[in-house]
């Protein structure tokens, strides 16, 4: 008893001398501490501030009867996005300036599909010009932005008017490994009749075309060039894959590395594919979903159809997509309160259009162009869903004075 009651001593003695020491080193760590948080707070500030000011703009895409153009045509206006002013040090601290972000917009509203883009208004020539210039027979009109129609000055009332499903999805591995993509799918290939093609995005389409008087689903992929090495990363999983690090390098040190020629018919697919994956200009992007239904109109089996319309994107011996964050699954403690609370922030994190910044900063991916072309483009005639409403083919040229 005598030794627990020592030891007792001992360990109060030991954190009182320690704490002790802590706070006389306060003059060290204090300030320390504080300009960390000091730091952190301005430059969240600055960052709110500056897109608070961001005039943006919501185009909507118009697409013609007969639209026989593939994807590839849809990566080429990708890239045109992809080239950004560069951002300078004083820009980026004092004025809390940020790369520039899109957002692609596939929107359902009971059924009508329509196609957009959200931009900034600054960015709005240059994207309109690129478009017309691969795409001149769509038209191109600035649209009210349809988010406004469920946003009501009673929030609460507006919670309970609405039943609301969200979702984002992410890769299941490495970003270098590449989905499916339209290479895959044949529909680079010009010269295949129209109603031979596979086009993965149909699917989709098709299930916006089932959304009944009620029931509404949004579909929206935010992108901005993205900083990440990710074709060092790529490089480190082939060296990998054809075992080459360093170990394997040192012991074969006296030997003839014959590389691929060890690989079997399936590795060498895989880093075949993720050198051609990397080698193309990259995006972080975040992709989500909102259905957003009447109560007594929701169906609970579009949350699985939505699962498997992105399934078309899938390799099995690749890269494919998972559902990260569901309104789905909410478990344990206050499961409906949490569940209220989730939607809410999900809610507003797509009518605001954010993912890269706080406060609705979320894990992103990185695709490239052609796979960012996949999942977002304009279908031709092959997808026929009635409910995707096409015009006549637009007669004339682009309206002048739009810069090239």
């Known amino acids: 008893l005598d030794r627990i009651i020592m030891g007792t001593f001992s360990v109060q003695s030991f954190l009182y001398d320690f704490f002790k020491v802590v706070i006389n080193a306060g003059y060290l760590w204090f300030p320390a501490i504080t300009a960390y948080f000091a730091w952190k707070f301005w430059m969240y500030y600055i960052r709110l501030r500056y897109v608070s000011k961001i005039n943006w703009v919501l185009l909507e895409i118009k697409l013609p009867r007969e639209l026989p153009k593939s994807p590839q045509v849809m990566e080429i206006i990708l890239s045109a996005m992809h080239q950004t002013a560069s951002i300078v040090a004083i820009n980026k601290y004092w004025e809390g300036k940020l790369r520039t972000w899109y957002s692609l917009e596939i929107v359902s509203k009971e059924g009508s599909t329509h196609f957009y883009f959200y931009v900034q208004k600054s960015y709005r020539s240059v994207v309109e010009a690129q478009i017309y210039a691969h795409y001149p027979q769509v038209e191109i009109h600035e649209a009210a932005d349809y988010t406004k129609e469920f946003i009501g000055e009673d929030t609460e009332a507006s919670k309970k008017e609405w039943a609301i499903h969200a979702a984002e999805y992410i890769l299941t591995k490495d970003d270098a490994y590449p989905i499916k993509t339209y290479i895959d799918y044949k529909l680079d290939k010009l010269e295949t009749e129209e109603e031979m093609k596979n086009d993965p995005l149909a699917s989709l389409i098709e299930l916006m075309g089932t959304m009944k008087e009620g029931e509404n689903l949004w579909y929206q992929i935010l992108i901005r060039k993205t900083t990440t090495k990710w074709e060092n990363a790529g490089k480190k999983i082939v060296d990998k894959i054809m ?162």
């Open 243 to 404: 075992k080459r690090d360093a170990a394997a390098t040192k012991a074969r040190a006296d030997k003839i590395d014959f590389g691929s020629m060890i690989l079997s018919p399936g590795e060498r697919m895989i880093v075949e594919a993720i050198e051609r994956n990397v080698s193309k200009l990259g995006f972080d992007v975040c992709i989500r979903f909102i259905y957003i239904a009447k109560p007594d109109k929701f169906n609970y089996p579009v949350t699985n159809s939505i699962k498997g319309s992105m399934q078309q994107f899938n390799f099995l011996n690749l890269n494919g997509f998972s559902r990260n964050n569901s309104t789905s699954y909410v478990d344990y403690f206050f499961k409906k309160t949490r569940e209220g609370w989730k939607k809410k922030r999900m809610f507003d994190a797509y009518i605001n259009r954010s993912a890269f910044y706080k406060p609705h900063k979320r894990k992103t991916i990185v695709l490239n162009t052609e796979e960012l072309a996949t999942i977002y483009h304009f279908p031709g005639s092959v997808v026929r869903t009635p409910s995707l409403s096409r015009i006549e083919s637009k007669k004339g040229e682009p309206p002048a004075g739009l810069p090239i």
